[in-house]
């Protein structure tokens, strides 16, 4: 198992050029905008190709025995032992058969993940006013580098809130000084931008999400973004996604490690 230089990518890029799920992430990490560790199973004639981040990205072939040992081995040696929860994304029919075999000592099971296809007219047909609908003593405001500092997910997820500035972007409510809600991107790459949302637990259902959902999904159109909803069971995501303006609800099967911390 070969690990690429940055400046190697192109080799594995043919395995994700068509992939129908999980562009942003993957591209953001090719384009160079995120670091990572990217893989082949041979420099001169790949048939294979890995991503580690933040979770892991695999597409290719799965009947390389040498390959498939060199990263069962990596990931249990490096990356699990690091990492409460690890997804595995593939793109191949077969891959979750292998990986079940691979890492069925590590507990690996099987997640629903839904994506939904983001429909601008829908969106703006039901949200054309939506500063209207701004209750009195709140406002949305971009995200800049101070409000960055107080938020969770421009470090976590970009590693600096200048790499986040740079390359992603986000609203929040704010009341009183206090940020209430927020919409950002957890990844951007292929000209796409995959959303991040969240409110604070006391100021739920008052329509704030939405709120900042819309200011994310107007900065999209304007930029010629085009906006990624995807969750893991949850209801209140979904119904959110749908109101938005997102539709074309579908399911993919994603691998899932979880190793409760302390386990080694």
């Not at 993919?252 to 490690?257: G, L, T």
Request: one cysteine or more.
């Amino acid at each position: 198992m070969d690990e690429l230089a940055a400046i190697e990518y192109e080799r594995v890029r043919p395995f994700f050029q068509y992939i129908a799920y999980h562009r942003p992430a993957v591209f953001m990490v090719l384009d160079g905008i995120l670091p990572a560790r990217v893989f082949v199973d041979s420099r001169e004639q790949p048939s294979v190709g890995l991503i580690v981040s933040d979770n892991c990205y695999l597409a290719g072939s799965m009947v390389n025995a040498t390959f498939n040992t060199a990263f069962r081995s990596m990931l249990r040696i490096e990356v699990i032992p690091q990492k409460e929860h690890l997804f595995i994304f593939t793109f191949n029919e077969g891959w979750l058969d292998v990986l079940e075999e691979l890492f069925g000592d590590n507990g690996i099971k099987r997640l629903i993940r839904t994506s939904f296809d983001f429909d601008p007219l829908r969106f703006r047909e039901r949200h054309a006013g939506w500063r209207e609908r701004m209750p009195a003593g709140y406002l949305v405001q971009r995200i800049d580098a101070q409000i960055a500092a107080r938020v969770s997910g421009p470090v976590e997820i970009w590693g600096s809130i200048e790499r986040f500035l740079a390359h992603g972007f986000g609203f929040c409510v704010i009341r009183d000084g206090r940020i209430v809600s927020n919409c950002q991107t957890v990844a951007v790459g292929d000209r796409r931008a995959e959303i991040g949302i969240g409110t604070g637990e006391a100021y739920r259902r008052q329509g704030l999400a939405t709120l900042a959902g819309c200011a994310y999904l107007e900065h999209c159109l304007a930029n010629d973004l085009q906006p990624e909803w995807q969750c893991y069971y949850n209801v209140a995501s979904e119904l959110l996604a749908e109101k938005l303006g997102f539709a074309n609800k579908r399911e993919m099967q994603v691998a899932y490690i979880h190793t409760p911390r302390g386990v080694q």
